[in-house]
Each structure stands twice: as C-alpha cells, then as structure tokens.
C-alpha cells in the first residue's frame, strides 16, 4: 500500500481560484500516472486532470482552460491549479494514481477533499 495524502479543498467564490496538492509516501515505487478526479452528489466520479510519468497531462473539457496540473517528482507531489471556479465544479476532489511496485501495478485512492464553490 502506498498511502495517497490529498490537501487543498475548501470554499472558494465563483471566479475564484485554488490548489490541490497530493503527496505520495514511502520508498521503492514508480508512480505511472497520478491525477485528480471529482465526485458531485448523485454523479459517477470523472477524471479531472491526470499526469504521466513523462510529464503528459489529460484535462477534462469541463475543466480545459481553466486548469493546470504539475509535478514535483522529487516530493512524489502532484498539484492542480484550478481557476475561474465554477459552482458545478463544487464537489468531493479524490487523488488517485496507478503505481508500480517491482513488477506489480496497483491502484490507489487518497482521501477525498470538498471543493465548495459559492458565494
């Protein structure tokens, strides 16, 4: 297991802006993508922003423009800048990525953080 912490969420006025940040922990593992994904109540989770390990990037349409996603590979630490927040973006933010470890691929979820988007 390879724990996923994911920080960032909160309340945010429409037109506004934030940053999620997702670490993971531990040793001996290779992250072959890691990314962020939403769940709005009573909706399927979707992908939000996914990030290779090559440093290739997939947006969904809802969010193109309006968001950027990066990588500190020496933190094992992804980040999604998201701005000009719109109240359909309100929902629960999850951190997930597919590692590798020796030969063994894995998926794995971080705790969910809210994104609250309101005046």
């Known amino acids: 297991q390879v724990p996923l912490q994911a920080s960032g969420g909160g309340l945010v006025q429409p037109g506004g802006s934030l940053r999620l940040s997702c670490a993971a922990s531990?040793?001996?593992?290779?992250?072959?993508?890691m990314g962020w994904y939403r769940q709005a109540p009573g909706a399927q989770r979707e992908l939000v922003a996914r990030?290779?390990?090559?440093?290739?990037?997939n947006y969904a349409d809802s969010v193109k423009g309006r968001a950027t996603i990066s990588r500190d590979n020496a933190k094992n630490t992804v980040y999604l800048q998201m701005n000009s927040l719109k109240p359909e973006d309100t929902a629960v933010y999850y951190c997930?990525?597919?590692?590798?470890?020796?030969?063994?691929?894995?998926?794995?979820w971080g705790q969910g953080t809210l994104v609250t988007v309101s005046s």
């Open positions: 997930g990525a597919l590692i590798r470890v020796r030969a063994s691929y894995s998926d794995y």
């Open positions: 531990g040793s001996a593992f290779s992250i072959v993508h």
């Open positions: 990030i290779t390990s090559d440093g290739g990037a």
